[in-house]
């Protein structure tokens, strides 16, 4: 599949996550089934901040995680699950919560919606290719947009602009 280059870069600070992630939250509230959401599955590792941040908001006790290994630093291989769920506790879906970091090409969520049809799937951020996998989702970025999350970012000396040159 051909990909864009990565031209720009979208910086995510903390605070910045924990705004979005509780934004995510407050609408997933509203898109609860009857009965509430059974569980949240977190897509590790990247959707496990996000995940315990939806979870402490909605008050979801039941918390697992799926691992989906797809990228090596910005490059793509062939996603594979090498941890699942508790598949009894799971089942198809049903009322069960799935949250990741963002969505790019919707390759992971592929193959986790192959794992659990009918789980609804949250993304704090989503790039157009892969947005019609994701039924929640707070942010879209561009598809040439890498975004950086707190986790892979430190604070660093930046030079003065007027000393720029020198
Ligand atoms: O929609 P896609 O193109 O499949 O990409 C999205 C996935 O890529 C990143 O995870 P990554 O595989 O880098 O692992 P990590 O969460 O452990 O960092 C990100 O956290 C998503 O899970
Ligand atoms: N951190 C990060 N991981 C990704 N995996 C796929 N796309 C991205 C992205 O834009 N940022
Ligand atoms: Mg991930």
Redesign the pocket.
Known sequence: MDRLPHEKGFHVSWDQLHRDARALAWRLQDARPEAGWRAVVA?????MAPAMIVARELDIRTVDTIS????NHQT?AE?RIIKSPDMEMVGDGSGVLVV??????????EVVKAAMPKAHIATVYAKPQ?RPQVDTFITEVSQDTWIFFPWDMALQYVKPYHGADD
Do not use: H, M, N
């Not at 897509?43 to 959707?47: N, Q, V």
């Not at 989906?68 to 990228?71: G, I, L, R, T």
């Open positions: 897509i590790t590792r990247g959707g989906v290994k797809s990228y793509q996603p990741d970091d963002l969505v790019d090409t919707g390759r992971t969520l892969g």
